[in-house]
């Protein structure tokens, strides 16, 4: 039996080296470490020492080689497990979306960016229809498509362009290219043009916005809104896949064509020599002075006053009008629109849209391009080359057409006393 200061030393032996092994731990790491790099040291001299003293087989026999060669093959080794080493602290050096896999693009594809002139090989124009797209938005991408097949193209194949500031998955590219046999293109929108360029403030864009929002203007608070009305207005055209396109149709995701097509438009417009409702007066009201300064910097540039559209887009009569200093609102409607894109490409409309976009205009206010495009047409084209698509029925959001001619309406779905009435004809 152990007398209990016996017991206690015992118990104070036991406790003891728990307590240091722990404490030694660190320390003893660092040992460890410390000779495997002086061994590895040790190693490498061993080699060249060798290799200097051993110039030849004949001096070392057999088994000198032997050991010579196990040595290098341990150098070589090591070399291999540093670069190894640098490999994976390479791989280290990712992006924070390489870190984030839940964020990795489906399936990055590359986008198409050319397309062959085979394309139109057997269509009588060099005609094709273009969307800008989200991803988000594809039920209501596949129904307009669906509409136009339908209506007319399932007859012509004429190309499909749809451009987006996203990589569009495969499986979204899928679903698109099942809904018809035409050609179908998936092209990147240039992300320098699609965000705010250099000279616009975003801080003083979205002061702009929340006193828009307090106006109650449709879209007043949407960026999104900006970024495609700034794009459709002045870049579409400049995209690699709409090079070699003479008419674009704009096809708007949500809008739905009404009646069969029995003539091609696209060679209505190029027979006919053709080149291409209302709006919020606040988000225009600045549009118009704009336009007028231009004018007056470019009258060269300018289509004489009675063979252009001024007339019926101003009157500085009516009250109503004043907020937006004269402008009436009338505008040719941009989400259904035909243009031939060496008119959108011409110096005249090229000089307007960058003096229009170094104001900034497109951020600050809320134009759209539908505005934009109604007043660099009255500007630069003659009446006569401005073409309304009567018998064409189409809706998309308010905006409603339906063929007011009685022949006209054999073919169409739509109801002619729903029509809103707020389409300009200019033929």
Same mark, same amino acid.
């Given at each position: 039996?152990?007398?209990?200061? @016996? ?12 307590? *240091? ?35 030849? @087989? &004949?001096?070392? %026999?057999? @088994? ?71 991803? %988000? ?17 399932? *007859? ?8 987006? &500031? ?61 970024? *495609? ?14 090079? &070699? ?6 096809? @708007? ?19 006919? &020599?053709?080149?291409?409702? *209302? +709006? ?67 110096? +005249? ?43 064409? %029925? ?34």
């Amino acid at each position: 039996m152990l007398h209990r200061s @016996e017991s206690n030393g015992i118990l104070k032996t036991a406790k003891t080296p728990l307590r *240091r092994s722990r404490l030694l731990v660190r320390p003893a790491t660092i040992r460890v470490l410390s000779f495997l790099t002086l061994v590895a040291l040790v190693i490498l001299l061993s080699i060249d020492n060798l290799k200097r003293l051993f110039q030849n @087989e &004949n001096m070392i %026999g057999e @088994e000198g080689a032997k050991i010579i060669q196990s040595l290098c093959e341990q150098h070589h080794q090591q070399q291999q497990s540093g670069s190894n080493m640098l490999e994976k602290s390479s791989n280290q050096l990712l992006l924070e979306h390489q870190r984030a896999s839940h964020t990795a693009n489906e399936e990055h594809l590359p986008m198409d960016t050319v397309i062959d002139n085979n394309v139109w090989r057997d269509l009588p124009v060099k005609g094709a229809f273009y969307m800008v797209v989200d991803s %988000g938005d594809l039920q209501h991408i596949r129904a307009s498509i669906r509409s136009v097949e339908d209506r007319f193209n399932h *007859r012509f194949r004429y190309p499909w362009i749809l451009l987006s &500031n996203q990589h569009l998955t495969a499986s979204f590219r899928n679903y698109i290219t099942k809904l018809t046999t035409s050609p179908i293109f998936f092209g990147k929108i240039d992300a320098e043009l699609w965000d705010y360029p250099s000279w616009v403030s975003g801080v003083r864009a979205e002061d702009y916005m929340k006193y828009f929002s307090s106006s109650d203007v449709k879209h007043a608070t949407s960026f999104l809104f900006r970024q *495609r009305s700034r794009y459709h207005a002045g870049f579409f055209f400049h995209h690699p896949l709409l090079q &070699n396109v003479e008419y674009a149709w704009r096809v @708007e995701p949500g809008s739905d064509y009404s009646c069969i097509m029995d003539t091609d438009p696209f060679v209505e417009m190029e027979q006919r &020599n053709k080149t291409m409702e *209302r +709006e919020e007066p606040l988000a225009v009201r600045s549009l118009y002075p704009l336009t007028l300064q231009f004018m007056k910097e470019n009258m060269q540039l300018m289509t004489p006053l009675k063979e252009s559209l001024f007339p019926w887009l101003v009157d500085n009569k009516d009250p109503m009008y004043a907020k937006a200093n004269g402008f009436n609102y009338c505008q040719i409607e941009s989400n259904f629109m035909i243009v031939k894109l060496s008119y959108l490409r011409s110096p +005249e409309y090229q000089n307007y849209f960058s003096f229009l976009d170094s104001t900034g205009g497109f951020y600050y206010e809320r134009w759209n391009d539908a505005s934009v495009q109604t007043m660099a047409a009255a500007m630069f084209l003659p009446r006569s080359q401005l073409h309304f698509f009567n018998h064409i %029925g189409y809706s998309f959001e308010r905006q409603m057409h339906c063929p007011w001619r009685s022949t006209d309406l054999g073919t169409c779905s739509c109801d002619i006393t729903s029509a809103t009435g707020k389409w300009m004809r200019v033929m």
